[in-house]
C-alpha cells in the first residue's frame, strides 16, 4: 500500500507475470531480430525513454542487436526523463542519438504563442507538437527504412488496432514488438531483468511526455488521462503514431520555417 504524500513504486504496483509472458518476451525479439536482419544499418529505436521503450532499448542491447537508438528532446522534458541518457549509456555501453527542434523556429513560436501555447487551443497544442516532435521525427527517421516503438494495443482506443509488423505514411516500416504486451508484462519484464525507468513511473505516471503537457493519473483513470487532461479524449495524439490523414497538424506549424 503507498503512503499518502509519497511516491509508489511502480514495479509494486504493476508488475505481475501472466500466462504467456515468455512466449511474448520471445515473440518481440524475434521480431526485433528479424528486422536487423532485414533492414541491417537502416532501422532505429525511436525512443521515448519511457517503460516500454526502456524495454525494447533492453532487448536490443541485451542481445547485442544492430538497432541504432534515437529519442526527441522537445526542449520541454522532465529532467527525469532527460537523466536517462547517461544512465542508458553507462548501463546498456549504448548511446542515444538525441534529435531537437529547430531553436530558431521554436524561439519565434514561443514570442508569438507565449510558454504555453498547450492550453490556448487543439490547434495551437498540436502546431507544438508538430515543431518539437515531428519535425525532428522526421530528420530521425532520414535514409532509414524501418523504426521501432514502443506502442501497445492497451495504451489507449486509438492504439487498439496497433500491429507487431506495419509501415507509416512515408513507406518505412513500422516494427512494434510489443504490441500485445500488457502493462504487467512491460513492469515484469523491468523487474526481472533490472531494467533502468523514469522514476517519475513511481510518482503514478504511466504515460510520460513533455512535462507541462504530463500529470499524475488518479486511480482508476485511463493509462493516458495524465496526457494533455485539459483536452476531449479523442484528440489525445501528439501525430507522431496516427496518419496524417488522421491528424489535424498543419503543414508547417505557426511561426516554424516552411
Known amino acids: 500500500m503507498s503512503v499518502p504524500g509519497r511516491p509508489a513504486s511502480a514495479i509494486a504496483l504493476y508488475a505481475r507475470e501472466t500466462p504467456g509472458h515468455a512466449q511474448r518476451v520471445d515473440g518481440a525479439l524475434r521480431l526485433l531480430r528479424e528486422a ?9 529505436q525511436a525512443t521515448s525513454l519511457g517503460a516500454e521503450d526502456m524495454v525494447v532499448t533492453d532487448l536490443i542491447a541485451r542481445h547485442a542487436l544492430p538497432i541504432d537508438l534515437a529519442t526527441l528532446d522537445t526542449g520541454m522534458l522532465h529532467p527525469e526523463t532527460l537523466a536517462l541518457l547517461p544512465v542508458i ?37 498540436k502546431a507544438c507538437c508538430a515543431l518539437r516532435k515531428l519535425e525532428p521525427l522526421e530528420r530521425l527517421l532520414d535514409g532509414r527504412s524501418a523504426w521501432v516503438t514502443g506502442l501497445r494495443r492497451e495504451q489507449s482506443q486509438a492504439r487498439g488496432e496497433v500491429a507487431p509488423r506495419g509501415a ?91
Open 36 to 44: 536487423a536482419a532485414q533492414h541491417a544499418g537502416r532501422i532505429v
Open 89 to 125: 549509456a553507462q548501463h546498456y555501453g549504448r548511446t542515444v542519438a538525441v534529435f531537437r527542434p529547430d531553436p530558431v523556429a521554436a524561439d519565434r513560436f514561443v514570442q508569438l504563442h507565449g510558454d504555453a501555447p498547450m492550453r490556448q487551443s487543439i490547434a495551437l497544442r
Open 168 to 258: 507509416d505514411d512515408r513507406g518505412r516500416e513500422k516494427l512494434n514488438p510489443l504490441a500485445d504486451w500488457s502493462w504487467a508484462d512491460v513492469w515484469h519484464y523491468i523487474q526481472r531483468h533490472a531494467v533502468p525507468f523514469n522514476p517519475l513511473h513511481d510518482a503514478y505516471m504511466p504515460s510520460i511526455g513533455c512535462a507541462p503537457c504530463t500529470r499524475a493519473i488518479a486511480v482508476g483513470e485511463d493509462f493516458r488521462a495524465g496526457r494533455w487532461w485539459w483536452e476531449d479524449e479523442a484528440a489525445k495524439e501528439c501525430g507522431l503514431h496516427v496518419p496524417a490523414s488522421a491528424s489535424p497538424l498543419p503543414a508547417t506549424p505557426t511561426g516554424a520555417p516552411a
